[in-house]
């Protein structure tokens, strides 16, 4: 009986420490000596491209790239890789979670530099009451006990919003490693 508890414990603790979320890092900014500002942003965009993020608003002249929001990668989707680390990966499958990128190049001291910022946001649903069970597959959406989609009731949409979860340090870092490579 000791033995049980004493290994519940221990899987407890383990599982404390092992499931939340990374703490966010601080990410340098990549930075080019000699490359044109033209060069960088292309070569973000293609890195940007590759992971699956649609460009949304790229401006040379400011020297900013910002993707629409892309939804995270589920299990089944090994092509993706926009899920870094194993939090980031278990809470895409567990919730709806979104990231959107943000790149800025400047001319710094006679060289490029790129920074990322990755913003993450979970979808937030009202909840409906559920009258009985055979009701409960509609809880969230339109959907039948069969097949489930996302189907929104018109008050649901009124109701549905993107809770900031802050940003995500790993996926910046990643990006920012791939656009160091391809420089």
Do not use: H
Request: some cysteine; aromatic content about 6%.
């Amino acid at each position: 009986m000791n033995m049980i508890i004493l290994f519940a414990g221990l899987g407890l603790m383990i599982f404390a420490v092992g499931c939340g979320p990374a703490p966010v890092q601080t990410t340098a900014p990549v930075c080019v000596p000699g490359e044109q500002v033209e060069t960088v942003m292309a070569d973000a965009q293609a890195v940007l491209e590759r992971m699956q993020f649609k460009v949304e608003k790229a401006d040379i002249e400011q020297g900013y790239i910002r993707t629409r929001p892309l939804t995270g990668a589920q299990f089944f989707e090994f092509w993706r890789d926009d899920n870094v680390g194993q939090y980031n990966t278990a809470e895409a499958n567990l919730q709806t979670v979104r990231r959107t990128v943000e790149i800025n190049v400047s001319r710094e001291q006679g060289q490029v530099c790129a920074d990322c910022i990755v913003t993450v946001e979970r979808m937030s649903l009202p909840e409906r009451e559920a009258v009985s069970t055979s009701r409960s597959a509609s809880l969230f959406t339109k959907s039948s006990s069969g097949v489930q989609r996302l189907q929104l009731n018109p008050d649901q949409q009124k109701g549905m919003t993107w809770m900031d979860l802050g940003r995500d340090g790993r996926l910046e870092a990643e990006i920012l490693k791939r656009l160091n490579k391809s420089l």
